[in-house]
C-alpha cells in the first residue's frame, strides 16, 4: 500500500517568512494529493489539493508542488502569519477511500 | 458549521466495556469515513464506507465495527475496549468514492479508556 513521509516533523518560523513542508510517497499510481490543516483541537480542514497531472498550483500565500518521477510534494506557504500555526497533513491517494496521510508537521509561527 | 458532526464530544469509560460514536453528515455525500488521531496527531484511516460496500483497513482490530442505517450516517461500534484504543476518533465524508472528492471532517471524538 501507499507510504507517505513528511518532514519537518516541526517547524518554527518568524512572522512574514516562508515555511516549507514536503513529503513523498512510494505508490507511483497514487494522483490525489491533498494538505490539511489542523488547529490545536479542531479538525483537519483542506487547505490546497494537487492532482497528478498539474506540477505547481497556487492559492494566494499557499503554493504546493508536485514531482511525479521523484514521488515528491511540497506545500509553500509566504508571508507567514500567527493564525498560520497548526498542523499540517499532507496525503497521498489513488482513490478516496484508501487516503494515506503523513505523520503531520507542526508550524508554530512566531510574532 | 454543522456539515459533519458527531456525538459525543468526549468519553470517557472504562476498559471492556462496548461504546458507540455516532456519526452524521448533511451535505449528500456518497461515501463516509472513520479515521483514528492517536496521541502522536498520527491520523490513520480506520474504514471506508460507500453504498454498503465497506473497506476496512486491516490493521483494524475486529472489536471495531462500522454501522451504517442510512447513507447520511456512519455509526462506530467498539467492543471490548483496551487502554490502546485511546484516541481522537473523526468521521469524514466526501462526495463520490474516487480520488479528486475534498473529505470534510467532523468536530471529533476524544476517547479516553481508563
Known amino acids: 500500500g501507499e507510504n507517505v513521509e513528511q518532514h519537518p516533523s516541526t517547524l518554527s518560523v518568524q512572522e512574514g517568512d516562508s515555511a516549507v513542508i514536503k513529503c513523498t510517497y512510494s505508490?507511483?499510481?497514487?494522483?490525489?494529493f491533498p494538505w490539511y490543516k489542523q488547529e490545536l483541537g479542531k479538525r483537519p480542514q483542506l487547505i490546497i489539493d494537487i492532482r497528478s497531472n498539474v506540477g505547481e498550483k497556487k492559492d494566494q500565500r499557499i503554493a504546493v508542488t508536485l514531482n511525479k518521477t521523484a514521488k515528491h510534494f511540497s506545500l509553500h506557504i509566504t508571508e507567514t502569519q500567527p493564525e498560520d500555526s497548526a498542523v499540517y497533513f499532507c496525503a497521498a491517494s489513488i482513490n478516496n477511500n484508501d487516503m494515506r496521510f503523513g505523520a503531520g508537521t507542526r508550524l508554530t509561527v512566531k510574532p | 458549521d454543522t456539515a459533519v458532526s458527531q456525538t459525543p464530544k468526549y468519553l470517557v469509560t472504562q476498559m471492556g466495556n462496548d461504546k458507540s460514536i455516532k456519526c452524521e453528515q448533511n451535505l449528500g455525500h456518497d461515501t463516509m469515513y472513520w479515521y483514528k488521531q492517536d496521541s502522536k496527531k498520527f491520523l490513520k484511516i480506520m474504514f471506508s464506507?460507500?453504498?454498503?460496500?465497506?473497506?476496512i483497513n486491516e490493521t483494524v482490530p475486529n472489536r471495531f465495527s462500522p454501522k451504517s442505517p442510512d447513507k447520511a450516517h456512519l455509526n462506530l461500534h467498539i467492543n471490548s475496549l483496551e487502554l490502546g484504543d485511546s484516541a481522537v476518533y473523526f468521521c469524514?465524508?466526501?462526495?463520490?468514492?474516487?480520488?479528486?472528492?475534498?473529505?470534510?471532517f467532523g468536530p471529533g471524538t476524544r476517547l479516553t479508556v481508563l
Open positions: 505508490d507511483s499510481a497514487s494522483n490525489y
Open positions: 464506507y460507500n453504498n454498503k460496500e465497506l473497506i
Open positions: 469524514a465524508s466526501s462526495q463520490g468514492w474516487g480520488a479528486y472528492n475534498e473529505q470534510f
